[in-house]
Each structure stands twice: as C-alpha cells, then as structure tokens.
C-alpha cells in the first residue's frame, strides 16, 4: 500500500439526501459496481462533510435510524447476516434504558424520549470497542420496565453497529459514526408493526398500545426523530425489504472491509 490514499467523492456513488436521494432505479447498479470497484487495495477517506476519517486503524461505526418499527432491525440483521456476524459488533439503543421505578398506577414510562436512554454509557462502549476492548452491554426487560442482571460481553469487531429511533438526535453519538442510515417507513405501516410486536413480545395489549402511541410514540417521533433524519447520509424507503438499497448498502460495508484486509 505505501500509504497511498485515495479520496473518493462520495457524491458521484450516493444518492444523498441533500441532493435528492430518490435516484432512477437504473442508476443503483452503477452504484453497486463502483463500490464494489472500491475494492482494488486503496485507502478510502471520507470527505471533510462526513464528519470522521476511517483510515486502517479503526472499526467502522455504523448507525441505522428511523422511527418506531420502521424495518431498522431487519437492515442491521441483514447486516449480520451478509457481512458476517464475526466482523459486526452489534449495540442496538433499545439495550441501554435506564431503570424506571415500579410505582402503582403510575402510567408507561415515555421510551421514546432521549431522557429514556443512558446513551452516555452507549457512547462510552463505542469508544471502548474503538480502543480494542470489549464491553458489557446490559440487557433489557421491557417487562418489567427494567436492566436485568446480566450483560452480553461484546467484543471489537471491524464493523460496529448501532441501530435506534434516537441515535441521529444524539450529538455526541452521532460524532462517531462513519456511516448514518435512516430507515423511512410510513407511520401507518410502523404502527402496525409496533402494535404487532409489542403485543406478541412485551406482553402488552391492545389499549395500552394504542394509548401509548397516542401519548407519547406520536409525538416523540415529530419532535425527536423525524428531524434526525437531516443527518443521514442515505435513506432508505422501506427498510430492509428494499432490495436493491440493501445491497448497496452490504457492498459498501464489504468494499471497506476488504480495504482493511488488503491494507494490514
């Protein structure tokens, strides 16, 4: 390599969302070809516009945003799934809520206000797994309202990934990623979805969901979310169901990966 570098304008491979995302169909296979392209040994900087440089020496941090039930799941899974779970470390937001007290009659606690989340600690594990050690990360019982007492120990992987409704609403931990990714889905679609799995797997029911989306989901998203969605630097329509932005966004992730390899 010799330290030869490379910058690559990042405008002619994306379709951003300053300059108008929603790209002609045709154009997304030119895409994937150039980024697969990136893959013949060269060094790639991000442009000053991306916030952080990724050079050789560090992991590449990943943040996949979008509102409640917006499919960013299935993109972070598609992730593990085609890139590798070996070479990912997964932190998902919803992992560190801080505890909230049993008081009797007291109503749901607002998960979707940033208050909600310890992102302090997240932020500090980001940085950790960027120095090379591994952390704990805790474990949610959204039962109960509260961490449980185990962790899952997560080691430094090439490729760190954070999924969330507020990761974009958060400074300190948007200044750490290399690549930001919001999942747009509509409202009525994620209130399906939320409604789904809150019933099957948080053991609520019917009203309370709905009571909740109405008190604070709705609101939260306006105020919090949906104008995070100005920091992305790609947005994907429909979340991971989306085919073809899937797999630009899985070639990007493999063509830095073999930059690194080709690189050591």
């Not at 060269?42 to 590449?60: D, H, Y």
């Not at 090439?158 to 948007?174: K, M, N, S, T, V």
């Amino acid at each position: 390599m010799g330290g030869f570098t490379r910058r690559l304008p990042l405008r002619q491979l994306f379709c951003l969302p300053h300059l108008g995302y929603n790209c002609p169909t045709q154009n997304w296979v030119n895409i994937v070809n150039q980024l697969i392209d990136l893959a013949a040994g060269l060094v790639l900087s991000w442009p000053a516009e991306f916030g952080t440089t990724m050079s050789r020496q560090k992991s590449i941090v990943f943040g996949v945003a979008g509102g409640t039930a917006s499919g960013k799941t299935t993109v972070a899974q598609t992730v593990l799934q085609t890139v590798g779970a070996q070479r990912v470390a997964y932190l998902p937001h919803d992992a560190y809520y801080r505890d909230i007290p049993v008081v009797e009659g007291r109503e749901r606690p607002n998960y979707d206000h940033p208050d909600s989340l310890e992102t302090e600690l997240l932020v500090a594990h980001v940085q950790q797994l960027l120095r090379g050690q591994a952390v704990p990360m805790p474990i949610y019982d959204f039962t109960h309202d509260r961490r449980t007492n185990e962790v899952i120990w997560v080691e430094p992987a090439p490729i760190i990934l954070i999924d969330g409704i507020l990761i974009f609403a958060e400074p300190a931990l948007r200044a750490l990623m290399d690549i930001k990714i919001y999942v747009d889905t509509d409202a009525d679609v994620r209130f399906i979805r939320r409604l789904q799995r809150d019933i099957t797997e948080r053991g609520r029911d019917l009203e309370s969901v709905v009571g909740q989306y109405l008190a604070t989901v709705r609101n939260m998203h306006l105020e919090f979310v949906e104008p995070s969605k100005r920091h992305a630097d790609i947005i994907i329509p429909g979340g991971g169901r989306n085919q073809v932005a899937m797999a630009m966004v899985v070639s990007q992730l493999r063509a830095l990966l073999e930059i690194e390899r080709l690189g050591d």
